[in-house]
């Protein structure tokens, strides 16, 4: 009679604690963490116009997240978790955004896109302020995961159409390469290399079956979407972060982390501006343009110079009349009017929003987590969670170089470098129990 009463409640267990203060905010952020990245508007070829004014579903979707958000955080978060969160270098990096958003050529059109952004930052300290401990981060992750990552591999089996790149579109190149539920492989790829970190944490930490199965599943569609610069930078960040640690070298992580950051910047952006490295590189590699990019750089870096302390405004520059009135130049390698984005993070980030800016996003995004990372505890879960944020946040840094996300709206890849950043200041304040 006592062992069929003992067995009863430990079948209850699970699912009463699933309706406890915990288990209710680890649900929520669950349900935050997978709904940002996918969206509201999953497979949709073009991307999911978050900004869009006419669409009522992305209006009260990302509304109502943001009102989850909030109630979530003064009810269920932890006072020490928002103390941590809380960043001077953020807030003047998110006066200057507002600042930007203000000077835009239409600022009715850039709040609206500005706003789906500060939700997207809203939801990503929610996600990380309300789990209780390195059981609830692990559920999150993988639930949230498996979700996103089982989704992608759905819409491939069942709506290949959609799900993969088609050569009808205006990149027929990319025919036959995976992007799953989001609008491009370049999106796609960033992503499933994030969850993969994920699933090296849940491995490490004893999740063994579902941190397996969530890498190898995410490797695998990473591979498929044909993304070289992702493919080439996940084996890097996890050599960088993981490596020094298992040879008694911790601290040689943020020395890897900063000399693969300045050897990227020099390699790409100091090709452009340096006059030595630009002669170098004209004679080591005369065709090094990567892809045509070299021209946006070159061309963003003549306009900044016209309005170097404020910039152009967000969302001021690319994609509008400036540019798209003005004539193509016959040695440009891409037609500037038709380009939607610099493909490149930092200076995007300088043109919209000033070069003052673009030192003080240097500052919270590369330098301020360097010092976090620095800081952890030496606890077992600390370091485990911290060192997969450092792997995130190295990843997305690296990726800026040739893509460009920061404050881009609802953008995955951004979110996710959001993650990793304010993620690196909490294990770095405030100690993780494992349960």
């Avoid at 073009?46 to 669409?55: I, K, L, N, P, Y």
């Avoid at 089982?150 to 025919?175: F, M, R, T």
Wanted: charge should be neutral.
């Amino acid at each position: 009679m006592s062992n069929i009463g003992s067995l009863r409640r430990t079948e209850a267990a699970p699912l009463s604690a699933a309706f406890t203060r915990s288990g209710v905010a680890t649900a929520i952020a669950t349900v935050l963490l997978t709904v940002v990245i996918v969206s509201f508007r999953p497979f949709q070829p073009a991307g999911a116009d978050v900004a869009g004014g006419g669409d009522i579903v992305n209006q009260l979707g990302f509304g109502s997240l943001g009102g989850l958000s909030i109630f979530a955080l003064l009810t269920l978060a932890a006072p020490d978790r928002l103390r941590a969160l809380a960043s001077m270098p953020w807030a003047i990096l998110l006066c200057f955004f507002m600042i930007s958003v203000v000077t835009a050529t239409d600022p009715g059109s850039a709040f609206r896109a500005a706003s789906f952004t500060l939700i997207g930052i809203l939801a990503m300290a929610t996600v990380l302020a309300l789990p209780r401990n390195a059981d609830a981060y692990s559920t999150v992750l993988t639930v949230s995961g498996l979700v996103v990552v089982g989704l992608c591999y759905a819409g491939v089996v069942l709506n290949p159409g959609v799900a993969i790149h088609g050569a009808d579109g205006v990149e027929p190149q990319h025919a036959g390469l995976w992007r799953g539920a989001f609008s491009h492989k370049n999106i796609a790829a960033p992503v499933m290399a994030c969850y993969s970190f994920a699933g090296i944490y849940l491995f490490r930490r004893g999740w063994q079956w579902s941190g397996a199965i969530l890498f190898a599943a995410a490797m695998f569609f990473m591979f498929h979407t044909g993304s070289k610069t992702t493919a080439g930078l996940v084996p890097l960040s996890i050599m960088v972060v993981i490596l020094p640690g298992l040879i008694g070298m911790r601290l040689g992580a943020p020395v890897l982390f900063a000399m693969a950051i300045i050897g990227t910047a020099l390699a790409t952006l100091g090709i452009v501006f340096i006059d030595p490295l630009k002669d170098l590189a004209a004679y080591l590699v005369p065709d090094l343009t990567y892809t045509g990019r070299t021209t946006l750089w070159a061309y963003a870096g003549e306009m900044l110079a016209k309005h170097p302390w404020f910039g152009y405004g967000y969302e001021s520059f690319w994609g509008t009349p400036l540019l798209t009135e003005s004539e193509r130049a016959f040695d440009q390698d891409w037609d500037i009017r038709a380009i939607v984005h610099g493909h490149n993070g930092y200076l995007d980030l300088a043109v919209l929003m000033g070069i003052p800016a673009l030192v003080t996003a240097v500052y919270a995004f590369l330098i301020a987590p360097l010092r976090d990372y620095m800081r952890i505890p030496l606890t077992k879960e600390n370091v485990f969670l911290g060192d997969m944020f450092m792997m995130v946040v190295l990843f997305t840094a690296l990726n800026a170089f040739l893509e460009s996300f920061f404050f881009r709206r609802a953008d995955p890849v951004w979110l996710f470098f959001v993650f990793g950043v304010l993620g690196l200041r909490l294990v770095s304040r405030v100690m993780i129990r494992k349960a």
